[in-house]
Protein backbone atom coordinates (compact mmCIF):
# COMPACT_ATOMS: atom_id res chain seq x y z
CA UNK A 1 0.00 0.00 0.00
CA UNK A 2 1.37 3.18 -0.93
CA UNK A 3 0.79 6.52 0.71
CA UNK A 4 1.17 10.34 -0.38
CA UNK A 5 2.41 11.97 2.89
CA UNK A 6 1.77 16.03 1.87
CA UNK A 7 3.07 18.57 4.64
CA UNK A 8 2.81 22.08 4.17
CA UNK A 9 5.46 24.58 6.34
CA UNK A 10 7.95 26.68 5.05
CA UNK A 11 10.42 25.64 7.86
CA UNK A 12 12.11 21.89 7.55
CA UNK A 13 12.75 22.16 11.15
CA UNK A 14 9.19 22.82 12.06
CA UNK A 15 7.08 20.38 14.23
CA UNK A 16 5.01 20.13 10.98
CA UNK A 17 8.28 18.19 9.02
CA UNK A 18 8.97 16.31 11.99
CA UNK A 19 5.43 14.95 12.60
CA UNK A 20 5.25 14.06 8.57
CA UNK A 21 8.62 12.48 8.92
CA UNK A 22 7.61 10.05 12.10
CA UNK A 23 4.54 9.31 10.27
CA UNK A 24 6.40 7.75 7.21
CA UNK A 25 8.29 6.05 9.20
CA UNK A 26 5.34 4.56 10.75
CA UNK A 27 4.13 3.87 7.59
CA UNK A 28 7.57 1.63 6.66
CA UNK A 29 7.32 -0.80 9.33
CA UNK A 30 4.72 -2.49 8.04
CA UNK A 31 6.39 -4.61 4.95
CA UNK A 32 5.32 -3.78 1.71
CA UNK A 33 3.94 -0.60 2.63
CA UNK A 34 5.77 2.60 0.94
CA UNK A 35 5.43 6.39 0.90
CA UNK A 36 6.16 9.78 -0.66
CA UNK A 37 6.61 13.01 1.28
CA UNK A 38 5.75 16.12 -0.71
CA UNK A 39 7.70 19.12 1.08
CA UNK A 40 5.01 21.65 -0.66
CA UNK A 41 7.51 24.87 0.29
CA UNK A 42 10.64 23.01 -0.80
CA UNK A 43 9.10 21.42 -4.09
CA UNK A 44 7.82 25.65 -4.94
CA UNK A 45 4.88 24.36 -5.69
CA UNK A 46 2.49 27.46 -7.42
CA UNK A 47 -0.78 27.94 -5.09
CA UNK A 48 -2.04 30.75 -7.44
CA UNK A 49 -5.47 29.40 -9.25
CA UNK A 50 -4.85 31.54 -12.70
CA UNK A 51 -6.23 31.34 -15.93
CA UNK A 52 -4.89 28.05 -17.02
CA UNK A 53 -6.44 26.93 -13.71
CA UNK A 54 -9.76 28.33 -14.74
CA UNK A 55 -10.01 26.89 -18.29
CA UNK A 56 -9.29 23.68 -16.91
CA UNK A 57 -12.29 24.31 -14.85
CA UNK A 58 -14.47 24.84 -17.32
CA UNK A 59 -12.80 22.02 -19.62
CA UNK A 60 -11.51 24.26 -22.29
CA UNK A 61 -7.62 23.29 -21.91
CA UNK A 62 -5.73 19.80 -20.34
CA UNK A 63 -4.58 20.68 -16.88
CA UNK A 64 -1.08 22.51 -16.03
CA UNK A 65 1.80 20.47 -16.52
CA UNK A 66 2.39 21.00 -12.27
CA UNK A 67 -1.18 20.29 -11.62
CA UNK A 68 -1.29 17.03 -13.81
CA UNK A 69 2.12 16.04 -12.14
CA UNK A 70 0.75 16.51 -8.84
CA UNK A 71 -2.86 14.32 -10.08
CA UNK A 72 -0.35 11.40 -10.98
CA UNK A 73 0.89 11.64 -7.55
CA UNK A 74 -2.02 11.07 -5.92
CA UNK A 75 -3.31 8.48 -8.34
CA UNK A 76 -0.22 6.49 -7.24
CA UNK A 77 -1.41 6.31 -3.71
CA UNK A 78 -4.21 4.21 -1.63
CA UNK A 79 -4.06 7.05 1.12
CA UNK A 80 -3.28 11.00 1.02
CA UNK A 81 -2.01 12.22 4.34
CA UNK A 82 -1.94 15.96 4.93
CA UNK A 83 -0.17 17.47 7.52
CA UNK A 84 -0.03 20.95 8.42
CA UNK A 85 -0.14 23.70 10.67
CA UNK A 86 -3.27 25.44 11.57
CA UNK A 87 -2.89 29.13 10.38
CA UNK A 88 -6.28 31.42 11.39
CA UNK A 89 -8.15 28.60 12.19
CA UNK A 90 -8.13 26.45 8.93
CA UNK A 91 -4.94 25.10 6.77
CA UNK A 92 -2.13 27.46 5.24
CA UNK A 93 -2.86 28.84 2.25
CA UNK A 94 0.17 26.94 0.42
CA UNK A 95 -2.18 23.78 0.98
CA UNK A 96 -5.41 25.22 0.06
CA UNK A 97 -4.46 26.46 -3.23
CA UNK A 98 -2.43 23.01 -4.10
CA UNK A 99 -6.54 21.64 -3.24
CA UNK A 100 -7.74 24.77 -5.11
CA UNK A 101 -5.66 23.64 -7.93
CA UNK A 102 -5.17 19.92 -7.76
CA UNK A 103 -8.39 19.11 -7.22
CA UNK A 104 -10.04 20.04 -10.34
CA UNK A 105 -13.26 19.23 -12.17
CA UNK A 106 -12.77 16.29 -14.76
CA UNK A 107 -10.38 14.49 -12.31
CA UNK A 108 -11.34 14.53 -8.63
CA UNK A 109 -15.17 15.26 -9.56
CA UNK A 110 -17.32 15.73 -12.74
CA UNK A 111 -19.67 18.71 -13.04
CA UNK A 112 -20.85 19.69 -16.61
CA UNK A 113 -23.02 22.41 -15.21
CA UNK A 114 -26.11 20.54 -16.14
CA UNK A 115 -26.48 17.62 -14.43
CA UNK A 116 -25.63 16.35 -11.28
CA UNK A 117 -21.86 16.40 -9.69
CA UNK A 118 -20.12 13.01 -10.17
CA UNK A 119 -17.73 12.35 -7.16
CA UNK A 120 -14.44 10.36 -8.96
CA UNK A 121 -12.44 10.10 -5.41
CA UNK A 122 -14.49 7.17 -3.98
CA UNK A 123 -10.84 5.09 -3.60
CA UNK A 124 -9.04 7.42 -1.68
CA UNK A 125 -8.29 7.12 1.64
CA UNK A 126 -7.93 10.58 3.31
CA UNK A 127 -6.33 11.29 6.70
CA UNK A 128 -5.56 14.79 8.64
CA UNK A 129 -2.85 15.59 10.30
CA UNK A 130 -3.44 19.38 12.01
CA UNK A 131 -1.17 21.13 14.32
CA UNK A 132 -2.52 23.08 16.74
CA UNK A 133 -1.21 25.96 18.96
CA UNK A 134 -4.10 26.79 21.29
CA UNK A 135 -5.28 24.43 23.98
CA UNK A 136 -8.30 22.36 23.47
CA UNK A 137 -10.45 24.41 25.93
CA UNK A 138 -9.79 27.12 23.02
CA UNK A 139 -10.83 24.91 20.56
CA UNK A 140 -14.08 23.75 22.08
CA UNK A 141 -15.06 27.02 23.38
CA UNK A 142 -15.21 28.67 19.85
CA UNK A 143 -15.98 25.21 17.71
CA UNK A 144 -13.19 25.62 15.80
CA UNK A 145 -12.57 22.23 15.52
CA UNK A 146 -15.78 21.40 14.45
CA UNK A 147 -15.92 24.47 11.81
CA UNK A 148 -12.34 23.19 10.51
CA UNK A 149 -14.06 19.61 9.79
CA UNK A 150 -17.07 21.14 8.15
CA UNK A 151 -14.89 22.79 5.85
CA UNK A 152 -12.39 20.78 5.09
CA UNK A 153 -13.45 17.28 5.76
CA UNK A 154 -17.21 17.75 4.54
CA UNK A 155 -16.47 20.86 2.28
CA UNK A 156 -13.74 19.86 0.40
CA UNK A 157 -13.10 15.83 0.55
CA UNK A 158 -16.99 14.63 0.68
CA UNK A 159 -17.61 16.93 -2.61
CA UNK A 160 -14.94 14.62 -4.58
CA UNK A 161 -15.98 11.37 -2.73
CA UNK A 162 -13.15 10.48 -0.98
CA UNK A 163 -13.32 9.55 2.53
CA UNK A 164 -12.11 11.58 5.68
CA UNK A 165 -10.72 8.11 7.74
CA UNK A 166 -8.72 10.30 10.00
CA UNK A 167 -8.96 13.47 11.23
CA UNK A 168 -6.35 14.09 14.30
CA UNK A 169 -6.10 17.49 15.55
CA UNK A 170 -2.28 17.65 17.74
CA UNK A 171 -2.09 20.44 20.36
CA UNK A 172 0.17 21.43 23.10
CA UNK A 173 0.22 19.70 26.26
CA UNK A 174 -0.26 22.55 29.45
CA UNK A 175 3.46 22.83 28.94
CA UNK A 176 3.53 23.16 25.80
CA UNK A 177 5.16 20.04 25.35
CA UNK A 178 4.72 18.46 21.99
CA UNK A 179 7.08 15.88 21.94
CA UNK A 180 4.88 13.04 22.85
CA UNK A 181 2.80 13.93 19.03
CA UNK A 182 6.02 12.32 17.48
CA UNK A 183 5.04 8.92 18.49
CA UNK A 184 1.37 9.54 18.13
CA UNK A 185 2.19 10.43 14.45
CA UNK A 186 4.57 7.15 14.16
CA UNK A 187 1.92 5.13 15.84
CA UNK A 188 -0.83 6.81 12.92
CA UNK A 189 1.71 5.79 10.50
CA UNK A 190 2.09 1.98 11.65
CA UNK A 191 -1.74 1.95 11.63
CA UNK A 192 -2.57 3.74 8.44
CA UNK A 193 -3.70 0.62 6.55
CA UNK A 194 -4.96 -1.31 9.57
CA UNK A 195 -8.62 -1.03 9.19
CA UNK A 196 -7.86 -1.85 5.04
CA UNK A 197 -6.41 -4.77 5.94
CA UNK A 198 -8.69 -6.14 8.23
CA UNK A 199 -11.28 -6.18 5.69
CA UNK A 200 -9.55 -7.89 3.59
CA UNK A 201 -8.83 -10.90 5.55
CA UNK A 202 -12.73 -10.53 6.57
Known amino acids: MHTLIVASHPDRGSFTHSAAAH ?7 FPGNSFEIADLAAEGFDPRYTAADIALHLRKAPPPADVAAEQARIDRADALVLVYPVYWWSMPGLLKGWIDRVFANGWAYDDDFETRVVKKLQHLRIHLVAIGGADLRTYA ?3 YFGAMRTQIDHGIFDYCGAPVVTSELLLPSETGDMSHHLETARNFGRNLFSASRQSEAA
Do not use: K
Open 23 to 29: LAEGVSL
Open 141 to 143: RHG
